[in-house]
């Protein structure tokens, strides 16, 4: 066998997603020697594409991308790290148009409009809207605002505190019941938690507030060129700051000597660092590292979370433009009063595909270099889908996504005619190309009185778990928490423009 390269550095990171580019890139300004490393042929992890037939650009996760605004604490991040100019992004004026039932809302992204929308609508929930709304700005807020509470710029309101305590024990199905009375608003919310990748009969309320707040109050945009140009771009400035990227190198073996991480061997490589980031699951750590005592006692406590959801996406494209047969938004979403009756006990079944939230995603809208393209997505488990064999699998994915394309159909009879291409991804698929236990999409399933505090300790020294595994899922957290951790763990301000 051939004998590995060996490379130093300060800093090592495990994942080239969006965390590890973020990490990676304040590490690096800050003087650090910092290798990221990632298995897969693309930077981006989640944040990446793919083509067909030369003509149809498929984004693999992006929707809206919050946290801008005076208010958002992505651009607060970016800022301060110097890559905000660096990307190209544009600002959504429409949060999306909904379908629940015959009622058709078509919903504003800017917070006045759409609280008014949603009080000429629910007339009759008027007091009860605003009590929502004080939530969000209350506990919301207090919980989005952890990350500069980390970096000492922010102080809790205690008052808060103990009514999110409250909130963290009780689903969001059960919150929302308390509050709303109308089964079609309660739905409507119910329906937008598909955006923080969660299903509301599970995840806990205050979780879905803190989302509420960031998804309702801070700005939306979107990257032009998909969100592979957003990757790409953090990945060459990296770069240029000094740091060095692997791709297409899978870590086979953490180092460890005397309880502490000393780096990695991958096929090719020997890495020896003074400090590991690992940004994936954190259930690959068992496979990863020799067996200790210590990491025994870690992985019976991951046994107590559960992983998260993934997703099944049905990626389309037409002959024509969507617009020509009437699909003229950006965004729509698809939602059934009938989760209301029988949400956790559809998961078991495959009529979820007929009830959970379906999101139509239409990016010929928002920039037509991606062709003339339409997404579908439910969320999705694991199920059977690791389970089957080659020739029932892919039977499976086509009758699924050929329900999707019904459901859809049944507002837009015209898009059967014109689908020229598709394909499907799965749970299964996510697994494949970023390693993500469970196929989840969105980190461990944030279920009411859940304990994660034990992933800020990891088995070994010299290592920390970081990313949305840890603290939730989505573009603004991952490129956040990359931000938090690595100025807190240099110790030095990030002076603006670096």
């Known amino acids: 066998m051939k004998e590995r390269a060996k490379i130093f550095a300060d800093e090592l990171v495990v994942g080239a997603g969006l965390t590890g580019l973020v990490y990676g890139n304040v590490a690096a300004a800050s003087g650090k020697r910092v290798v990221v490393i990632d298995k897969h042929t693309k930077v981006g992890g989640y944040a990446t594409n793919f083509s067909r037939k030369g003509e149809y650009i498929f984004d693999c996760s992006l929707h809206k991308i919050t946290g801008f605004g005076k208010n958002g604490n992505l651009e607060d991040a970016l800022t301060r790290t110097g890559l905000i100019d ?3 992004f544009e600002t959504y004026e429409h949060l999306t148009n909904i379908f629940i039932g015959k009622r058709n809302l078509r919903l504003s992204a800017h917070p006045e409009q759409f609280i008014a929308q949603l009080l000429q609508a629910f007339p009759d929930e ?3 809207i605003q009590r929502f709304v004080s939530d969000i700005k209350g506990c919301g807020y207090q919980n ?3 990350a500069r509470l980390a970096l000492g710029e922010h102080e809790l309101s205690l008052d808060e505190i103990v009514r999110g305590r409250k909130l963290s024990r009780i689903t969001t199905y059960d919150y929302l019941c308390e509050l709303f009375n109308n089964r079609e608003l309660i739905t409507l919310f119910c329906a937008i938690a598909i955006n923080l990748g969660v299903e509301a009969y599970e995840v806990d309320a205050l979780y879905f507030l803190h989302f509420a707040y960031t998804f309702f109050f801070t700005e939306k945009r979107f990257v032009k060129g998909s969100s592979q140009a957003l990757s790409d771009t953090l990945a060459g400035e990296f770069t240029r700051r000094g740091g060095q990227l692997i791709v297409r190198e899978e870590v086979n073996r953490l180092k460890v000597k005397e309880g502490t991480v000393t780096g990695c061997l991958t096929r090719r490589y020997d890495i020896t660092a003074g400090h590991t980031v690992f940004t994936g699951c954190p259930n690959q750590i068992i496979d990863l590292s020799p067996s200790t005592t210590e990491l025994d006692r870690f992985a019976e406590k991951l046994e107590s979370l559960e992983f998260g959801l993934g997703a099944f996406i049905v990626y389309l494209g037409l002959d024509r433009p969507p617009k020509d047969i009437g699909i ?15 949400a956790e006990g559809l998961a078991a079944s495959d009529e979820r595909y007929q009830h959970w939230p379906l999101s139509v995603s239409n990016y010929s809208v928002l920039d037509s270099s991606y062709g ?3 997404q579908l997505e439910v969320l999705d488990h694991q199920s059977d889908w690791f389970e089957l064999d080659r020739q029932t699998y892919k039977k499976r994915k086509i009758a699924i996504a050929q329900l999707l394309i019904d459901r859809f159909a049944s507002h837009f009879p015209d898009i059967k005619k014109h689908i020229r ?9 996510s697994k494949k190309f970023t390693n993500s236990y469970g196929g989840s999409s969105f980190g461990y399933k944030p279920t009411p009185k859940r304990n994660v505090r034990f992933l800020q300790k990891p088995p070994f020294q010299g290592l920390q778990f970081v990313g949305t595994w840890i603290n939730g899922a989505g573009y603004e957290p991952a490129m956040c928490l990359g931000f938090t951790a690595a100025t807190i763990r240099n ?5 603006e423009g670096a």
Do not use: G, H, W
């Not at 698809?334 to 009756?341: I, R």
């Not at 110790?491 to 002076?495: D, G, T, Y």
């Open 86 to 88: 660096l990307v190209d």
């Open 372 to 374: 003339n393209v339409i």
């Open 491 to 495: 110790r030095q301000p990030i002076p």
């Open 421 to 429: 291409y598709f394909d499907v991804s799965t749970p299964k698929t």
């Open 144 to 146: 989005y605002m952890i």
């Open 328 to 342: 003229t938004e950006d965004d729509y979403l698809f939602a059934s009063t009938q989760y209301l009756d029988c």
């Open 126 to 128: 008027a007091e009860s």
